[in-house]
Each structure stands twice: as structure tokens, then as C-alpha cells.
């Protein structure tokens, strides 16, 4: 029996009692959370509690790129599909950062992905025949991908294409759970921070990043049941397209607002 339900759940984690959320669930609960933090940086000032509840958006949606090679029948489909959203989005999110056209200062999160699932090719060639020419050839094109993040300049940087590498690498180990969440500990606290919080208890000044409030999606990534749920490819493209789709409408809805209302 429980090798029936293994086979059946796929997940790092156990089965949870109630079922579980499915991955669709999770691509939704973490567009939700995009929408609140993109909806603060473009038109709502102040009510940062939108940006800290935001912070979840990115891990969810890495956790899911992950979970999705793992499982696509056609690694070239699944790169090609994030490559052109990444391609579409890149105007709307230039226009979004900046109001420019072109801006090569910062990319779009999409490009994270896409260099994401390269290091994880790399890695499954060396997976499947690990000999010591493999394993090292793999490791260093996974470092060299990390440093092209940085230097590319996309969204969330080497930091984001190594989340999506640990999600993938300690998916089968014992606890996986709790390497997962110790290297978002280590990137979101240590190495990727953002700006501090600063609060007061009695005399003593404490501080926190907001890029910790991310560790809080640990708790619907714990609750992943290992199945894809229902929508099939409409909700598949609808996901994808979300990205460009939103940001333009924001953009639009923001130049409204300045300068027509």
C-alpha cells in the first residue's frame, strides 16, 4: 500500500492527510501573491504588508519549475514555452521598472527559470550516468549558470536559479523538506536579503529582511500533494500568460492614473 501511494504522490513530502494542495493550487496561490506585491509597486503606496506577503510569490513559483521538469514529457517544449513567455514579458516589465522601452539593468523572472531548468538538464545528464567527468562537467556549467544570472541581471539573480537547483536536488533525500528550507533560510536571510525592517522592543532595536517573509511559503510548498490538479493546458498557458499580461495591465492602469485622471 505504501508503495502504491508513492507512485501515485510524487512529492518530496508526505502525503497529507486532507489531500494535499495540487500544483495547479499552488501556481494560483503564488500568482496571488505576485498580483499583491506588483499591485503595491505600481499603484498602491505605502501598505507594505502587500510587498511582505509578495515575497512568498517567487519560491512557490521556483518550487513549481522544478516539479515541472521533474515531470514534463518534453524538456524541450517545457524550455521552449518558458522562453517565449520570458521573450514577451521582457517589454511590459521594462515598461514596468522603469517606463523605458529598453532597460538592460534588470530582467524579467523568467529568464531565472529559463537558466533554472538548464542547470537542472545538466544536472539530470550527470544524474543518469554519474561518472566523475559528468559530475564535474555538470557542476561547473551549474556554477557558470549562477554566475550568468548575476551578470545578466535577472530578477532574483544566481540566488533564484539555486533555489530552483535545491528544490531539485534534495527533492528524494529523507527530510528533503528541511534542506529545502535551509537554503532559502541561507539565500533570503544571509545572501539575498533586501532591505531591513526595523522594530523596536523596549530600548533594543531589532531588524529583519523583508526577503524573509519568503519563508513563509514553505507552508503551502509543505502542503504539495505531488499531483498536477485539475485545469489541464488552459489553466497550463493561462499561468504563463499571466505574467506579461498583468504588468501591461498595470502599466496602462498607472499611466492612467498620472496622467489622465
Known amino acids: 500500500m505504501k508503495n502504491n501511494l508513492a507512485k501515485i504522490h510524487n512529492s518530496p513530502f508526505v ?29 498602491v503606496e505605502g501598505n ?19 516539479e515541472g521538469f521533474v515531470h514534463t514529457r518534453s524538456f524541450g517544449k517545457y524550455l ?6 520570458a521573450v514577451i514579458s521582457e517589454i511590459p516589465f521594462n515598461v514596468f521598472c522603469s517606463s523605458e522601452i529598453f532597460f538592460p539593468q534588470y530582467q524579467n523572472v523568467l529568464f ?14 550527470a544524474k543518469k550516468e554519474p561518472t566523475l567527468a559528468k559530475t564535474a562537467g555538470a557542476g561547473i556549467g551549474v556554477v557558470a549558470i549562477v554566475f550568468l544570472a548575476e551578470v545578466l541581471k535577472l530578477d532574483y539573480g544566481a540566488a533564484g536559479v539555486i533555489l530552483v537547483v535545491a528544490f531539485y536536488l534534495f527533492r528524494n533525500f529523507p527530510f528533503a523538506f528541511i534542506l529545502q528550507f535551509a537554503t532559502m533560510f541561507l539565500l533570503f536571510v544571509f545572501f539575498y536579503p533586501g532591505r531591513p525592517i526595523y522594530f523596536k522592543i523596549s530600548d533594543v532595536i531589532f531588524h529583519i529582511p523583508v526577503q524573509a517573509f519568503a519563508l513563509f511559503s514553505f507552508i503551502p510548498i509543505w502542503l504539495y500533494n505531488g ?6 493546458k488552459t489553466l497550463q498557458y493561462a499561468t504563463y500568460g ?4 498583468h504588468i501591461a495591465v498595470l502599466c496602462v492602469v498607472r499611466y492612467v492614473l498620472k496622467n489622465v485622471v
Request: no cysteine; proline share 4%; net charge positive.
Open 48 to 66: 507594505m504588508w502587500m510587498n511582505y506577503v509578495g515575497r512568498m510569490a517567487f519560491p512557490v513559483f521556483a518550487f513549481q519549475i522544478s
Open 15 to 43: 502525503k497529507k492527510p486532507f489531500g494535499g494542495l495540487s500544483g495547479n493550487f499552488l501556481k494560483l496561490l503564488a500568482i496571488a501573491f505576485m498580483i499583491l506585491d506588483h499591485t503595491r509597486m505600481a499603484l
Open 242 to 245: 499571466f505574467y506579461p499580461v
Open 112 to 125: 531565472t527559470f529559463v537558466l533554472g531548468i538548464l542547470a537542472l538538464r545538466l544536472l539530470d545528464f
Open 227 to 232: 499531483k498536477k490538479g485539475r485545469g489541464g
Open 80 to 85: 521552449s514555452r518558458l522562453l517565449i513567455f
